[in-house]
């Protein structure tokens, strides 16, 4: 099936400085791309996604680009503040609307 | 909205025992489904369902049942409770579409179960 390979596990930043989160999929059919942010003791949150008709996407301070031949996305976070500290999950849509999850990234912004 | 909402929140569970998570979404979503977080881990699928009537096996199904009567409900029922299913469990929800929120999959809050 799908694999998901999400790195780092753990990324510490200074903050104001920049954090940059990859997965790499294998399914070259991977369509969708979405990234959650999961809060202490919380759901995830969809916080931006991408197609695989574009090559990046951003929304303020965060941004995804998309590589589809080398089959890998990156989540970008610029200027970074205390509030971005969470787990960060990278997914690729396997049909159905069923998401593969890449094992998760705990992002710490130090101030 | 409430969005998705999951019951109970804790449950602590003896081996052997059963019980129903229940979760419920007022979003009028086709699709719904329920995923188990182990500890340090990503989210693996357990069940989905696509529509009222429909339901059909994630990656990680054994140990669990679902139903799905209503648009509105997907319930999880835990038969036989074992330690390996000690973990949070999300119920999410989403509707099909290539709109600005199509494919989007919301989340519960979650529930944490302990077997012991």
């Known amino acids: 099936g799908e694999n998901v390979e999400q790195h780092p596990s753990t990324l510490s930043v200074q903050e104001g400085d920049s954090a940059v989160i990859k997965c790499t999929y294998s399914?070259?059919?991977?369509?969708?791309f979405p990234w959650y942010k999961q809060e202490l003791g919380k759901g995830p949150q969809l916080i931006i996604d991408?197609?695989?008709?574009?090559g990046e996407k951003k929304d303020q301070r965060i941004a995804v680009t998309l590589n589809k031949t080398a089959k890998h996305f990156s989540l970008h976070i610029t200027e970074t503040q205390p509030e971005d500290s969470a787990v960060y999950f990278c997914?690729?849509?396997?049909?159905?609307?069923?998401?593969?999850f890449g094992q998760g990234t705990r992002l710490t912004i130090n101030p | 909205n409430a969005g998705v909402t999951q019951t109970p929140k804790f449950r602590i569970l003896k081996i052997g025992q059963s019980m129903t998570l229940q979760c419920t979404q007022d979003?009028?979503?086709?699709?719904m489904y329920w995923y188990r977080q182990d500890p340090g881990m990503g989210l693996k699928l357990i069940y989905y369902?696509?529509?009222?009537?429909?339901?059909d096996k994630g990656e990680v199904p054994n140990g669990y049942n679902v139903s799905r009567s209503t648009t509105e409900d997907f319930p999880l029922r835990l038969e036989l409770a074992a330690p390996s299913q000690t973990s949070v469990y999300f119920c999410?929800?989403?509707?099909?579409?290539?709109?600005?929120?199509?494919?989007?999959?919301?989340f519960g809050e979650g529930s944490w179960l302990t077997v012991v």
């Open positions: 999410a929800s989403s509707y099909p579409g290539q709109g600005k929120s199509g494919n989007t999959i919301y």
């Open positions: 399914d070259s059919a991977s369509n969708y």
């Open positions: 991408i197609r695989s008709n574009v």
């Open positions: 997914a690729d849509n396997q049909g159905a609307q069923k998401l593969v």
């Open positions: 979003m009028n979503h086709n699709y």
């Open positions: 369902s696509v529509g009222a009537g429909i339901t």
